[in-house]
């Protein structure tokens, strides 16, 4: 009798137990994941963007529809402005190709433009590219919790490891506790200084997901630059395989 | 005075020998003195001409801040009133508009980096003059075959043509200088090479959709008169710019580098490439001379004529500050070239007055022991020695302006891999003299004062002279 | 016997003789120098285009020329390595890939060349491993992999090239006797990090007055330069399909050479770690360079290379660096002009104070015709004496002005203000002047031509003097 109970109370402890666990293994680096798997977790999506660009003097808007598959393949097609519209790009893997129908001209990018704005932004062809970095090209710990917008968030600092392929030392993430949207995250040079905020606001459901629909880039060395997105629509889980994310596709895609 | 003027003229001539041997040697001091600095002097002018000329322009009216970001967002308004406004300013010969940047040209497989420079076909003919520039000879497979169907070539004139395989040229000189026969055999065959190795080509015309392409780049993109070329690049305000073009004709640039790499449009096409309507990214202003006085004044005018704050004219060494320092470096090894001379010539002056002084030191002790007080002779001395100088001085001056102004009109002309490597740099391989100017009259003034510090020396020794001795001889 | 009569007359009368000896032992000390100064600037660009630029003689693929990619290597590399080794001439070779790359930081990025070497090799080869800057890192080594070498400019260009004002920068400034005044003005611009030369320098200006810039400016500067070492570069290059991939480095040193044009866009790193980057266990070549015993064996080697060459381009160095091997050329005609100049110059002065002197001893010439000497001896001894006096300065010139240029050759001559200017085409800001002994010969043989030919006319001057009319003079 003793001995069962001893067993009940052993395995509710344990039950109790792997709850607490369970608790604990929320780490950092599942925060991140979590947090990264909103946009790219899931199998597929389809969303209609616009982004802006701001500049001193002048400001710029382009409207396009993104098609993702998994990390690897996503494919983006620009509705406006009329003398931008019809261009796609597609990537796969580490590729990244754009084509323009004006010129009929499929061309590959070449690294001398990595560094480049895609399309004249703030948002670096290379950040296109290497997306799903922030899980594995970084060692993650939770420091803090702050409020943002009104919603508790983990503060996660992110260290770049020794053999990742990335310019940036560390960054800050802000993670909002119950939906793990990035709220805010802070990129940093090696030296400790800010380069970077990116923040994520005007919380949304979209296909039943819960998602930041505006994300601003502004570097911190020129704070009149900014760069905004606004997510205007988003489906997950969309039918498409990898043919669509083809070459062919890219020529055809409406 | 005047009597002291009288004696000293009667006494040059009474030696005429000794007048005129040290006459001679103040004549030679600012004759080489003259031509020395003018040599000097028209090599820069020449090296900045070239540049400035049909390169940089004496004046530019950029953007304040296109200067250290070259980018087509630093373009400005293209103003018509106010470019004529520019041109109407005295001392202006041209006011030409640019619209330059950086873009990819792609054909077929070929991708490469590439300037685009846009110009008004016109107004460019007074300053880059990219017509002059189009190839018109090419020494292909082809050129060769006809060399030899026409048979009378000889064999090492050819052998000699064969090693510029696949060369291109804008002009007849540059292919002579490149095969560099002798004299004879480009007399008999030049015309023949020349009528084989010929080229068709074409140019821009107003609002031409089409570009012209530096020959380097023609042939690693695959193409010629007739093809097109994909351009691809950022626009005015990040807009992707991407357009098809129809080469019209293709241009040798000297420099081996810029022939690489370099694209010409009209501004309208590029305008509407760029999404830049009405931009242009400079405004380059040719004066008359490039004094800096001139440039000082017009740069003040134009930037009076300029609507704001955000663009503004600035001068060719303002632009090209790396350039500046380089000549004025290489100025003055020249004026530490020019102070050697100078020291040998003062010698040489001073060599004569001694000379004359010791020959004469009999005379000076008649004199003054008859009664001439020594400050009367000082008088007579200082006299000859002006009148010398002057004479040497004038005479020089006189004899070095034919020269000069023959250098000028028709300068040597360098041959050879030295040649080849200063056109390649853009200078015309010449080596001219200045036209006449300060340089002139500064070699007169220091010849002037080195004449007057050997005359220091007779008057000391009048100064010490003692009568008795002197007579004794 | 004329010999010794003419020694003598020449020091009859000191003052003329000396005349003439001081103006061309002055002459020729300056002739010395000056071609001593292009002369080392010449030596100093074709010394450096050769050690840290092109080596001797370089190999490459020859398509490469045309259009660097990744996969023109040079072609059958065995057979050259064999015809390399045998060489007779050699001193070093090295191996290396090249590959076009973009070099990206936090703040800035550029393109760059990107050199895969073995650094012990290199620095049999090139002498780049010796222009490390001051507080600058170090050359790369075998047993640091990810380690890359970046030059002054290029850290400029990518924002690793820093400034910044510290507590013991401020200490150290006061112990070099900076002023009380400047310091404290310096306390503003404390502990902020500025990333460019250009923004440095503005804080300063807006600080400090003209006067204070003029005398503290460049030791405040040099103070607070932060060179980033250890900062990451990312490196993107492409594959053979043009595929972009990337890799990280870390500064381990800057360098800086007389060229800011070939320091702007060459980095070095470890050849396998570039290896890595591309995906193989190939090593790719696409460059080898070698480095002979003598200069003047450049094209011998390059025609017997280029025999077993095949599909491959063998340079010399006067190919790869056109504007060394011009400045040469230009720097003889300069030479002959100048001399010839110079020479010119001097036969007038003397062939002047020759005549006056002939003039001033008209008696003494009669006199001696008179007792029978013949035409043909005083025309000697007049010559000679020309010759004699000319000799003595050309002797003490030369001396003299070897002198002066071993010892300035030693410790340079420094032209501030247009440093920028010259490096920026290759010349140093500091010259060591050197003559050869070629250039010794050469001014030794334009002396005694020109001695000779002025003392020609003089000379014939002496001969005309009638003897009796001579004697009559006074």
């Given at each position: 009798?003793?001995?069962?109970?001893?067993?009940?109370?052993?395995?509710?402890?344990?039950?109790?137990?792997?709850?607490?666990?369970?608790?604990?293994?929320?780490?950092?680096?599942?925060?991140?994941?979590?947090?990264?798997?909103?946009?790219?977790?899931?199998?597929?999506?389809?969303?209609?963007?616009?982004?802006?660009?701001?500049?001193?003097?002048?400001?710029?808007?382009?409207?396009?529809?993104?098609?993702?598959?998994?990390?690897?393949?996503?494919?983006?097609?620009?509705?406006?402005?009329?003398?931008?519209?019809?261009?796609?790009?597609?990537?796969?893997?580490?590729?990244?190709?754009?084509?323009?129908?004006?010129?009929?001209?499929?061309?590959?990018?070449?690294?001398?433009?990595?560094?480049?704005?895609?399309?004249?932004?703030?948002?670096?062809?290379?950040?296109?590219?290497?997306?799903?970095?922030?899980?594995?090209?970084?060692?993650?710990?939770?420091?803090?919790?702050?409020?943002?917008?009104?919603?508790l968030c983990y503060k996660i600092r992110m260290i770049a490891r020794e053999d990742a392929s990335i310019v940036w030392g560390k960054q800050i993430r802000w993670i909002d506790k119950k939906d793990f949207l990035v709220l805010k995250a802070e990129l940093y040079?090696?030296?400790?200084?800010?380069?970077?905020?990116?923040?994520?606001?005007?919380?949304?459901?979209?296909?039943?997901?819960?998602?930041?629909?505006?994300?601003?880039?502004?570097?911190?060395?020129?704070?009149?630059?900014?760069?905004?997105?606004?997510?205007?629509?988003?489906?997950?889980?969309?039918?498409?395989?990898?043919?669509?994310?083809?070459?062919?596709?890219?020529?055809?895609?409406? | 005075?005047?009597?002291?003027?009288?004696?000293?003229?009667?006494?040059?001539?009474?030696?005429?020998?000794?007048?005129?041997?040290?006459?001679?040697?103040?004549?030679?001091?600012?004759?080489?003195?003259?031509?020395?600095?003018?040599?000097?002097?028209?090599?820069?002018?020449?090296?900045?001409?070239?540049?400035?000329?049909?390169?940089?322009?004496?004046?530019?009216?950029?953007?304040?801040?296109?200067?250290?970001?070259?980018?087509?967002?630093?373009?400005?308004?293209?103003?018509?009133?106010?470019?004529?406004?520019?041109?109407?300013?005295?001392?202006?010969?041209?006011?030409?508009?640019?619209?330059?940047?950086?873009?990819?040209?792609?054909?077929?497989?070929?991708?490469?980096?590439?300037?685009?420079?846009?110009?008004?076909?016109?107004?460019?003919?007074?300053?880059?003059?990219?017509?002059?520039?189009?190839?018109?000879?090419?020494?292909?497979?082809?050129?060769?075959?006809?060399?030899?169907?026409?048979?009378?070539?000889?064999?090492?004139?050819?052998?000699?043509?064969?090693?510029?395989?696949?060369?291109?040229?804008?002009?007849?000189?540059?292919?002579?200088?490149?095969?560099?026969?002798?004299?004879?055999?480009?007399?008999?065959?030049?015309?023949?090479?020349?009528?084989?190795?010929?080229?068709?080509?074409?140019?821009?015309?107003?609002?031409?959709?089409?570009?012209?392409?530096?020959?380097?780049?023609?042939?690693?993109?695959?193409?010629?008169?007739?093809?097109?070329?994909?351009?691809?690049?950022?626009?005015?305000?990040?807009?992707?710019?991407?357009?098809?073009?129809?080469?019209?004709?293709?241009?040798?640039?000297?420099?081996?580098?810029?022939?690489?790499?370099?694209?010409?449009?009209?501004?309208?096409?590029?305008?509407?490439?760029?999404?830049?309507?009405?931009?242009?990214?400079?405004?380059?202003?040719?004066?008359?001379?490039?004094?800096?006085?001139?440039?000082?004044?017009v740069k003040a005018r134009i930037n009076i004529l300029l609507p704001d704050k955000n663009i503004s004219a600035k001068t060719w060494y303002e632009l090209n500050p790396i350039l500046y320092q380089q000549i004025q470096g290489d100025s003055q090894t020249g004026?530490?070239?020019?102070?050697?001379?100078?020291?040998?010539?003062?010698?040489?002056?001073?060599?004569?007055?001694?000379?004359?002084?010791?020959?004469?030191?009999?005379?000076?002790?008649?004199?003054?022991?008859?009664?001439?007080?020594?400050?009367?002779?000082?008088?007579?001395?200082?006299?000859?020695?002006?009148?010398?100088?002057?004479?040497?001085?004038?005479?020089?001056?006189?004899?070095?302006?034919?020269?000069?102004?023959?250098?000028?009109?028709?300068?040597?002309?360098?041959?050879?891999?030295?040649?080849?490597?200063?056109?390649?740099?853009?200078?015309?391989?010449?080596?001219?003299?200045?036209?006449?100017?300060?340089?002139?009259?500064?070699?007169?003034?220091?010849?002037?004062?080195?004449?007057?510090?050997?005359?220091?020396?007779?008057?000391?020794?009048?100064?010490?002279?003692?009568?008795?001795?002197?007579?004794?001889? | 016997?004329?010999?010794?009569?003419?020694?003598?007359?020449?020091?009859?009368?000191?003052?003329?003789?000396?005349?003439?000896?001081?103006?061309?032992?002055?002459?020729?000390?300056?002739?010395?120098?000056?071609?001593?100064?292009?002369?080392?600037?010449?030596?100093?660009?074709?010394?450096?285009?050769?050690?840290?630029?092109?080596?001797?003689?370089?190999?490459h693929n020859k398509e490469y020329i045309k259009n660097e990619e990744i996969d023109l290597t040079v072609r059958d590399i065995d057979e050259i390595t064999q015809g390399i080794d045998s060489i007779k001439e050699l001193s070093g070779w090295v191996k290396r890939?090249?590959?076009?790359?973009?070099?990206?930081?936090?703040?800035?990025?550029?393109?760059?060349?990107?050199?895969?070497?073995?650094?012990?090799?290199?620095?049999?080869?090139?002498?780049?491993?010796?222009?490390?800057?001051?507080?600058?890192?170090?050359?790369?080594?075998?047993?640091?992999?990810?380690?890359?070498?970046?030059?002054?400019?290029?850290?400029?260009?990518?924002?690793?090239?820093?400034?910044?004002?510290?507590?013991?920068?401020?200490?150290?400034?006061?112990?070099?006797?900076?002023?009380?005044?400047?310091?404290?003005?310096?306390?503003?611009?404390?502990?902020?990090?500025?990333?460019?030369?250009?923004?440095?320098?503005?804080?300063?200006?807006?600080?400090?007055?003209?006067?204070?810039?003029?005398?503290?400016?460049?030791?405040?500067?040099?103070?607070?330069?932060?060179?980033?070492?250890?900062?990451?570069?990312?490196?993107?290059?492409?594959?053979?399909?043009?595929?972009?991939?990337?890799?990280?480095?870390?500064?381990?040193?800057?360098?800086?050479?007389?060229?800011?044009?070939?320091?702007?866009?060459?980095?070095?790193?470890?050849?396998?770690?570039?290896?890595?980057?591309?995906?193989?266990?190939?090593?790719?070549?696409?460059?080898?360079?070698?480095?002979?015993?003598?200069?003047?064996?450049?094209?011998?080697?390059?025609?017997?290379?280029?025999?077993?060459?095949?599909?491959?381009?063998?340079?010399?160095?006067?190919?790869?660096?056109?504007?060394?091997?011009?400045?040469?050329?230009?720097?003889?005609?300069?030479?002959?002009?100048?001399?010839?100049?110079?020479?010119?110059?001097?036969?007038?002065?003397?062939?002047?104070?020759?005549?006056?002197?002939?003039?001033?001893?008209?008696?003494?010439?009669?006199?001696?015709?008179?007792?029978?000497?013949?035409?043909?001896?005083?025309?000697?001894?007049?010559?000679?004496?020309?010759?004699?006096?000319?000799?003595?300065?050309?002797?003490?010139?030369?001396?003299?002005?070897?002198?002066?240029?071993?010892?300035?050759?030693?410790?340079?001559?420094?032209?501030?203000?247009?440093?920028?200017?010259?490096?920026?085409?290759?010349?140093?800001?500091?010259?060591?002047?050197?003559?050869?002994?070629?250039?010794?010969?050469?001014?030794?043989?334009?002396?005694?031509?020109?001695?000779?030919?002025?003392?020609?006319?003089?000379?014939?001057?002496?001969?005309?003097?009638?003897?009796?009319?001579?004697?009559?003079?006074?």
């Amino acid at each position: 009798m003793k001995n069962r109970f001893a067993t009940l109370l052993f395995l509710l402890m344990q039950g109790l137990g792997s709850n607490t666990l369970f608790a604990q293994a929320i780490n950092a680096t599942d925060i991140v994941r979590k947090a990264d798997e909103k946009f790219n977790g899931e199998k597929s999506s389809y969303s209609v963007m616009s982004m802006t660009i701001i500049r001193p003097g002048w400001q710029r808007t382009i409207e396009f529809k993104n098609w993702t598959l998994g990390r690897d393949f996503a494919l983006t097609l620009i509705t406006a402005p009329p003398k931008e519209a019809g261009q796609t790009f597609l990537k796969r893997g580490s590729e990244m190709w754009s084509w323009n129908p004006s010129i009929s001209r499929l061309i590959k990018l070449p690294p001398s433009m990595m560094s480049q704005g895609w399309m004249g932004s703030d948002y670096t062809n290379d950040d296109i590219l290497r997306e799903s970095s922030v899980v594995i090209d970084y060692i993650h710990e939770i420091i803090g919790e702050e409020s943002i917008g009104g919603r508790l968030c983990y503060k996660i600092r992110m260290i770049a490891r020794e053999d990742a392929s990335i310019v940036w030392g560390k960054q800050i993430r802000w993670i909002d506790k119950k939906d793990f949207l990035v709220l805010k995250a802070e990129l940093y040079d090696e030296d400790g200084y800010l380069v970077r905020t990116e923040t994520g606001s005007n919380i949304k459901i979209m296909d039943g997901r819960t998602i930041t629909s505006k994300i601003e880039l502004v570097p911190e060395e020129e704070p009149e630059n900014k760069t905004l997105i606004d997510i205007r629509e988003m489906k997950f889980n969309i039918p498409a395989g990898e043919s669509f994310f083809s070459q062919q596709n890219m020529k055809r895609v409406r | 005075m005047k009597e002291e003027f009288k004696i000293a003229w009667r006494n040059l001539w009474r030696n005429r020998r000794r007048t005129i041997i040290t006459s001679a040697s103040i004549f030679f001091a600012v004759f080489f003195a003259v031509i020395m600095r003018s040599y000097q002097l028209g090599s820069y002018d020449h090296m900045i001409n070239n540049l400035i000329e049909s390169f940089t322009g004496y004046i530019q009216v950029q953007h304040v801040k296109y200067q250290d970001n070259p980018l087509i967002d630093n373009s400005f308004d293209y103003n018509d009133p106010i470019a004529s406004a520019i041109s109407g300013i005295d001392k202006v010969v041209s006011v030409t508009p640019h619209l330059e940047s950086f873009i990819l040209a792609s054909s077929g497989t070929q991708t490469k980096g590439a300037a685009v420079i846009a110009i008004d076909p016109v107004k460019e003919k007074n300053f880059s003059d990219p017509e002059s520039k189009l190839v018109k000879y090419r020494i292909t497979d082809e050129a060769i075959m006809r060399m030899k169907d026409a048979g009378a070539i000889s064999d090492d004139v050819l052998e000699k043509v064969k090693r510029n395989f696949s060369r291109s040229y804008s002009s007849s000189a540059r292919l002579k200088l490149e095969l560099g026969l002798t004299d004879e055999d480009n007399e008999r065959w030049m015309p023949e090479i020349l009528k084989c190795a010929e080229v068709s080509n074409g140019y821009l015309e107003n609002d031409d959709e089409g570009i012209l392409v530096s020959d380097k780049l023609a042939s690693y993109l695959k193409v010629a008169v007739g093809d097109s070329v994909i351009l691809m690049g950022q626009g005015y305000h990040g807009v992707s710019a991407t357009g098809i073009f129809p080469v019209r004709g293709i241009i040798k640039m000297p420099s081996p580098e810029i022939d690489n790499k370099l694209i010409i449009m009209t501004i309208p096409a590029a305008q509407n490439f760029f999404d830049a309507e009405g931009k242009i990214t400079s405004l380059v202003v040719n004066l008359t001379n490039k004094s800096n006085r001139l440039l000082k004044t017009v740069k003040a005018r134009i930037n009076i004529l300029l609507p704001d704050k955000n663009i503004s004219a600035k001068t060719w060494y303002e632009l090209n500050p790396i350039l500046y320092q380089q000549i004025q470096g290489d100025s003055q090894t020249g004026v530490a070239m020019l102070g050697v001379l100078y020291f040998i010539i003062f010698f040489g002056i001073f060599g004569t007055v001694l000379m004359m002084v010791s020959e004469r030191k009999r005379e000076f002790g008649v004199l003054v022991a008859i009664g001439m007080q020594k400050r009367k002779l000082k008088r007579i001395v200082t006299v000859e020695m002006m009148l010398l100088g002057a004479i040497g001085l004038v005479c020089g001056l006189l004899a070095s302006i034919p020269l000069i102004l023959y250098f000028y009109y028709y300068p040597i002309v360098l041959k050879g891999d030295l040649a080849i490597t200063m056109e390649d740099w853009g200078w015309d391989a010449v080596m001219p003299t200045a036209w006449l100017g300060p340089y002139f009259y500064w070699q007169a003034v220091i010849v002037a004062l080195m004449v007057v510090l050997a005359t220091l020396y007779p008057l000391r020794k009048i100064g010490k002279l003692k009568e008795i001795e002197a007579l004794k001889g | 016997m004329i010999w010794s009569i003419a020694w003598k007359n020449v020091w009859r009368n000191k003052k003329r003789s000396l005349v003439v000896i001081v103006a061309v032992t002055l002459g020729i000390i300056s002739g010395v120098l000056l071609v001593g100064i292009m002369e080392g600037w010449t030596k100093q660009r074709l010394h450096d285009a050769v050690y840290n630029e092109v080596s001797h003689i370089q190999i490459h693929n020859k398509e490469y020329i045309k259009n660097e990619e990744i996969d023109l290597t040079v072609r059958d590399i065995d057979e050259i390595t064999q015809g390399i080794d045998s060489i007779k001439e050699l001193s070093g070779w090295v191996k290396r890939t090249k590959i076009i790359a973009m070099a990206t930081t936090p703040w800035a990025n550029t393109g760059v060349i990107i050199y895969g070497v073995d650094a012990e090799n290199e620095r049999l080869v090139t002498g780049i491993h010796k222009e490390i800057v001051p507080d600058g890192g170090e050359y790369l080594d075998n047993q640091s992999p990810g380690d890359i070498l970046i030059s002054d400019k290029t850290a400029e260009l990518l924002k690793l090239k820093q400034y910044i004002v510290t507590d013991s920068i401020i200490e150290g400034l006061r112990k070099d006797k900076v002023p009380e005044v400047v310091l404290i003005k310096l306390e503003t611009l404390k502990d902020k990090r500025f990333r460019s030369p250009k923004d440095f320098k503005e804080a300063l200006k807006k600080e400090f007055n003209k006067k204070e810039l003029e005398r503290n400016g460049l030791l405040i500067t040099d103070k607070a330069l932060d060179y980033r070492i250890r900062n990451k570069i990312q490196i993107t290059i492409s594959d053979k399909e043009g595929t972009p991939i990337q890799g990280i480095f870390r500064v381990c040193g800057i360098y800086k050479t007389t060229n800011t044009g070939f320091d702007q866009t060459s980095v070095f790193v470890n050849t396998p770690e570039l290896a890595n980057l591309y995906g193989g266990n190939d090593i790719l070549t696409h460059e080898i360079a070698i480095l002979l015993n003598a200069i003047d064996d450049a094209d011998i080697v390059k025609e017997q290379l280029s025999r077993i060459s095949g599909d491959n381009s063998v340079r010399t160095w006067k190919e790869l660096a056109p504007d060394a091997a011009m400045m040469n050329d230009f720097m003889i005609m300069y030479y002959f002009i100048f001399i010839g100049i110079i020479m010119l110059a001097l036969a007038f002065g003397i062939i002047n104070t020759m005549l006056m002197a002939i003039l001033e001893r008209t008696k003494e010439l009669g006199m001696l015709m008179a007792i029978g000497m013949n035409r043909r001896r005083i025309f000697t001894m007049i010559m000679l004496e020309t010759i004699f006096l000319t000799f003595v300065g050309a002797l003490a010139g030369m001396l003299s002005g070897w002198a002066i240029t071993e010892t300035l050759g030693k410790t340079g001559i420094h032209f501030t203000g247009w440093g920028e200017g010259f490096e920026a085409i290759g010349f140093a800001a500091r010259v060591y002047p050197v003559v050869t002994p070629d250039f010794f010969v050469f001014i030794t043989i334009m002396v005694i031509v020109t001695a000779i030919i002025s003392s020609i006319w003089p000379a014939r001057k002496a001969l005309k003097l009638i003897p009796v009319e001579a004697l009559r003079t006074e």
